[in-house]
Nanobody, 131 residues
Framework: QVQLVESGGGLVQAGGSLRLSCTAS????????RGWFRQAPGKEREFVAA?????????YYADSVKGRFVISRDNAESTIYLQMNNLSPEDTGVYYC???????????????????????WGNGTLVTVSS
């Protein structure tokens, strides 16, 4: 099994920055892709950013966060980060860490912005951006 634990959420003013972390434990060797989704109040969960482990593939961002958010990982690839800059109230929501470990659907360039590739979810961390 794989466990994902997010941290780093909080309250920030518009224009500010936050860095989220997601640490994986368990069968981490099985993880192929990792990323972030978010869910705003009253809305469906949406894709934010993702990448393939070991850099064997592209890095993908939702259009709404391009140029403001950066996804990265530590050398051991046990922790991924989401650096969020120039935050706006529209970025408010619960941010979920996500990971794919081989089934039933692989992470690809065709499905990266859907939740179809996600095998594991974290419990989420709340980000609130005040105006």
């Amino acid at each position: 099994q794989v466990q994902l634990v997010e941290s780093g959420g909080g309250l920030v003013q518009a224009g500010g920055s936050l860095r989220l972390s997601c640490t994986a434990s368990g069968r981490t060797w099985s993880l192929r892709a990792r990323g972030w989704f978010r869910q705003a109040p009253g809305k469906e969960r949406e894709f934010v950013a993702a990448h393939i482990r070991n850099g064997f593939g592209g890095i993908y961002y939702a259009d709404s966060v391009k140029g403001r958010f950066v996804i990265s990982r530590d050398n051991a690839e046990s922790t991924i980060y989401l650096q969020m800059n120039n935050l706006s109230p529209e970025d408010t929501g619960v941010y979920y860490c996500a990971a794919e470990s081989g089934g039933p659907e692989y992470f690809t360039a065709a499905n990266y912005n859907t939740a179809r590739w996600v095998d594991h979810w974290g419990n989420g961390t709340l980000v609130t951006v005040s105006s």
